[in-house]
Structure formats: C-alpha cells, structure tokens
C-alpha cells in the first residue's frame, strides 16, 4: 500500500521529511525535488554567501542588458510597494496627519510673522525703494491688476509705457499736493 503522503530523506543531513513542505522543487531530479531539505538549502546559501554573490557579480557584468531589465523590473515592482505602503499609512493615521499638518500651518504662520514684526523697518524699507524706482515687477503687476493682461501678453514696451503713466500720476499728485499747500 502506497503511503498517503510521500516522504524523502534529505540527502544531507538525512531527516525524513514531507516531500512538498520540506523540499524546494527541482526540474534536475526524477521525483521533482532537490535531493537536500530546505533547511539544509538555506544553511548551503548562508555558507556560501559571498561565492554566490561573486557568481551573480560575474553574471552581471556578463548579461548587462539583463541586469539593466531586472534592475528596472525590480524599482518598478519596489515603487509601487512603497506607493501602497504610503498610501495604507495615510488611511490609517488620517487624523494624526491632519493634525501634523495643522500644526506645521500654525508653526509656520507665527514664525512668519515673528520674522515681518522683527524686520518690520527693512520691510517698509525694501517695499518703498522697490515703489519708488517702480522696478519691473511692481510695474507689471500694476498693469495684471488693472488690465487681467497675463504675464505673457505683457511686452517690455507696454511695462515702459506704464511706468511712464505711473511716473506721471505721481508727478501730477505731488502738484496737487504742493497747490493744496499753496506753495505753487
Ligand atoms: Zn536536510
């Protein structure tokens, strides 16, 4: 009578095993199994580490379009774990993150105005010289402003005109300015 489940003894250290759970299959033997148990395999790969890492070093140089396609394979399939992964986290810790994030808002608002109220005089500084020499930008948002223009329909020559405008409106009100205080 053939018994129900098949065994094998391992060739190396010579315990009888389950075939299927204590064996890794093999095209090379009759039965379909390597001859040695698993435990004894893994112990084999341990033992020889750095010879097989020196063989697939061989093998790489050797097979470089290969390597390049696993390597690929291998960021893809690992990319898409650390995807999911991230994303498995994100479910899970919604609250914390949210509340992290709130924090990081709060944190970064009052550090921005301790900055502005620290540097409150080099502020109003910068922003007037910047007026007063109605340098390009300045210019360019005061025609966005007025017009809806886009940044790209806006050429040199229309920023020149407008500065002119801007120059002449500041003359002008200076000139009230001095009528009203009955110098001119
Ligand atoms: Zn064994």
Same mark, same amino acid.
């Given at each position: 009578?053939?018994?129900?489940?098949?065994?094998?003894?391992?060739?190396?250290?010579?315990?009888?095993?389950?075939?299927?759970?204590?064996?890794?299959?093999?095209?090379?033997?009759?039965?379909?199994?390597?001859?040695?148990?698993?435990?004894?395999?893994?112990?084999?790969? @341990?033992? *020889?580490? $750095?010879?097989?890492? /020196?063989?697939? #070093?061989?093998?790489? =140089?050797?097979?470089? %379009? !290969?390597?390049?396609?696993?390597?690929?394979?291998?960021?893809?399939?690992?990319?898409?774990?650390?995807?999911?992964?991230?994303?498995?986290?994100? @479910?899970? *810790?919604? $609250?914390?993150?949210? /509340?992290?994030? #709130?924090?990081?808002? =709060?944190?970064?608002? %009052? !550090?921005?105005?301790?900055?502005?109220?620290?540097?409150?005089?080099?502020?109003?500084?910068?922003?007037?010289?910047?007026?007063?020499?109605?340098?390009?930008?300045?210019?360019?948002?005061?025609?966005?402003?007025?017009?809806?223009?886009?940044?790209?329909?806006?050429?040199?020559?229309?920023?020149?005109?407008?500065?002119?405008?801007?120059?002449?409106?500041?003359?002008?009100?200076?000139?009230?300015?001095?009528?009203?205080?009955?110098?001119?």
């Amino acid at each position: 009578m053939e018994p129900l489940i098949q065994t094998k003894k391992c060739s190396k250290c010579g315990e009888v095993k389950e075939l299927e759970s204590g064996f890794h299959k093999s095209n090379r033997n009759k039965d379909g199994y390597y001859s040695s148990c698993k435990v004894c395999h893994q112990q084999h790969y @341990k033992d *020889n580490k $750095e010879r097989y890492r /020196e063989n697939h #070093r061989q093998w790489a =140089k050797k097979n470089p %379009e !290969r390597t390049r396609e696993f390597k690929r394979q291998w960021a893809k399939k690992n990319i898409e774990q650390r995807k999911a992964r991230a994303l498995e986290y994100r @479910k899970k *810790n919604r $609250e914390k993150i949210n /509340e992290r994030s #709130r924090n990081n808002y =709060k944190r970064d608002k %009052e !550090r921005y105005q301790k900055y502005r109220d620290e540097h409150l005089e080099e502020t109003k500084e910068y922003g007037l010289k910047r007026s007063v020499l109605l340098e390009d930008t300045i210019v360019r948002y005061r025609i966005r402003h007025r017009s809806g223009l886009e940044n790209h329909q806006i050429t040199p020559e229309l920023i020149e005109l407008k500065r002119e405008q801007l120059l002449f409106y500041r003359e002008l009100k200076n000139l009230k300015q001095e009528v009203r205080n009955g110098i001119a």
